[in-house]
């Protein structure tokens, strides 16, 4: 007889194939199987970095450092912390040192491709700020363009009183845009343009655009979040280019 896997309400017992089975069922098993053959990659890298595994003072300075950050100092706090999480201090250091190993190791797996990566993706992070005023046609975007050249209304007020989308309420206001995502007329206009310099009009989805750049965002390595978004988009590559090379069989029967 299989020994159960869970037990609920002290009596009603589920093997591992019964518990598995109720994951496939619910669509959910794909997302399981995944997260243990990421766990197996990881494992198995670590096993050939002894630079990773070896370093035990930083791997109590990550200790200290978790506990200091969640003011976990004060032993009693800690261990009312510990309590409420269901965890002993084993447990618990094992999280903790295990989180730093896979953080480790991803700054190691990505740091050679980083600078190539983030010029092939700056394309997409670098932003420009825009305001927009959208029209139905191509006479009233340049009469309300010419308003605004002449003085006779400022950009908010026609957004305000003319435009056709929500951004009216805000004074026209869009907010940053990637301008990898612009069409090429217009990208080509923006490359070109000043801050506060209104362009268009530009035919979009059918209507007529006037856009005035507000601000341009051009990314660095070192623009806040950056490079840690690009390091985990670096490891998750990684991570697929290695599950791509495993052969898993599995068998839910008892």
């Known amino acids: 007889m299989s020994q159960p896997f869970l037990t609920i309400n002290d009596n009603d017992s589920l093997t591992l194939s019964q518990s ?65 999480n269901r965890l002993t201090y084993k447990s618990f250091h094992d999280q903790v040192s295990n989180g730093f190993k896979r953080e480790t190791l991803k700054l190691a797996v990505v740091k050679e491709n980083l600078e190539e990566y983030f010029q092939e993706r700056k394309p997409f992070l670098d932003s420009v700020v825009l305001s927009r005023i959208v029209v139905d046609d191509y006479e009233m975007a340049e009469s309300l363009k010419s308003k605004i050249a ?29 301008k990898a995502t612009l069409p090429d007329t217009l990208k080509s206009t923006i490359e070109g343009a000043k801050v506060g310099q209104i362009i268009g009009p530009f035919e979009v989805e059918g209507r007529w655009c006037l856009f005035r750049i507000e601000e341009f965002i051009d990314v660095t390595l070192e623009t806040k979040g950056i490079k840690k978004q690009l390091q985990d988009e670096l490891f998750d590559r990684w991570m697929n280019e290695q599950l791509k090379t495993l052969t898993v069989k599995m068998q839910i029967g008892d």
Not at 50 to 55: F, G, I, L, W
Request: glycine share 6%.
């Open 20 to 84: 598995l089975q109720y994951l496939q069922n619910s669509g959910k098993l794909q997302d399981f199987l995944a997260n243990i053959l990421r766990q197996y990659v990881i494992d198995k890298e670590l096993q050939s970095r002894d630079e990773v595994n070896s370093n035990a003072a930083a791997i109590e300075q990550a200790v200290i450092n978790f506990r200091l950050e969640r003011n976990l100092s004060d032993p009693q706090a800690f261990q009312t912390w510990l309590d409420e």
């Open 150 to 178: 002449s003085g006779e209304g400022s950009f908010e007020a026609l957004a305000r009183e003319y435009s056709l989308t929500t951004e009216r309420r805000v004074n026209g206001m869009m907010g940053a845009v990637s």
